[in-house]
């Protein structure tokens, strides 16, 4: 792995309903953690959607309040509560989520995510007949509709990272193609390979789930989506973005705190460096970058707030 982006290769069409024999199961899998307000809304949109088989939802530990608000949910029948076990992290309550589903295909939602009519159904219709592994993520829009920073990214290395997050990718022609974010560029008209999609809204079929091994529950919060992409396509697998499956997520509802957020932002993503570094000289980079990484992202909400009271 160097950085360089995957590019770009047409990818034929998956077949047409009617060429199915039968629609597969549908299970939704959100992991909820004192999302606030827009919980209510993110589960009414699963709720009304009618290719959505299952529901479940895992309770990290909510708020007593929130909390309450989810045994109401869970009087659907569509719907299963999971909780009791308290805030275990993303991955791993992903995870259990993944486990108590009965579902055929997995579509794995943030809960500050909503989804837009149509969605889970060009999801679930798009893995069909794809190599396996295969993962097929969501257009993940901001409120007012803009593609979000994340939705569809290059390969995410500590060269690419570096070059991104300085933004010599983009002030140097030449360095261009190591720009770890492409939400910039025009979206594309159909289902196109990337090299990484965004964890807030993607779908996977149950089996392809289990042979990668689901998510690596050593991440806590932050960066299992990356790492997950990351070995489908290391078994040789595809990642898809899915311009037509669309969500809206609106980020940064949390109630915790945005410092605690960040960190474990920078803690996994210096653990995914280490992770995938092949030689010597590559661990040894990434251990060096480790705590430059945590630096960065713990600096990340002092500037917010500084800018704030500018």
């Known amino acids: 792995m160097n950085g360089v982006a995957a590019p770009i290769v047409a990818v034929e069409p998956a077949p047409a309903p009617s060429d199915l024999r039968r629609r597969r199961s549908v299970s ?10 827009a919980l209510e809304e993110s589960v009414a949109c699963v709720l009304a959607d009618t290719h959505v088989d299952e529901f479940v ?11 309450a608000r989810l045994r109401e949910v869970a009087r659907d029948r569509r719907v299963k509560l999971i909780s009791g076990h ?6 791993r309550g992903a995870n259990l989520g993944a486990r108590a589903a009965t579902g055929e295909i997995l579509v794995f939602l943030n809960p500050d995510a909503f989804l837009q009519p149509g969605c889970i159904a060009e999801l679930a219709r ?18 007012d509709r803009t593609e979000q920073r994340g939705a569809r990214r290059g390969d995410i290395t500590p060269f ?16 261009r193609r190591y720009e770890v974010h492409w939400e910039g560029d025009a979206a594309p008209d159909q289902i196109t390979p990337v090299p990484t999609i965004s964890g807030a809204c993607f779908c996977m079929r149950r089996d392809d789930f289990d042979a990668v091994g ?31 499956a669309e969500v809206i997520h609106l980020g940064h509802t949390s109630q915790t705190s945005p410092l605690k957020v960040e960190f474990h932002k920078g803690v996994g993503l210096a653990r995914y460096f280490q992770k995938r570094a092949r030689s010597v000289s590559e661990r040894a980079v990434a251990l060096l970058l480790a705590p430059v990484v945590v630096g960065a992202a713990l600096a990340r909400p002092i500037l917010w707030r500084l800018k704030g009271r500018a």
Request: net charge negative.
């Open 160 to 175: 690419s990272a570096l070059m991104s997050l300085s933004q010599l990718a983009q002030r140097v022609p030449a360095w």
């Open 86 to 91: 308290g805030n275990v992290g993303f991955a």
């Open 126 to 143: 798009e893995i069909e007949g794809r190599p396996v592994p295969c993962i097929v993520g969501g257009r993940v829009l901001n409120a």
């Open 214 to 244: 689901g998510f690596d529950e050593k991440y806590f919060l932050h960066v299992e989506d990356v790492d997950l992409c990351w070995r489908v396509r290391e078994q040789g697998g595809l990642v898809l973005f899915h311009p037509k």
């Open 28 to 37: 939704v899998v959100m992991v909820v953690y004192m999302t606030g307000e």
């Open 57 to 67: 939802i895992v309770d990290n530990g909510s708020t007593g309040a929130e909390s």
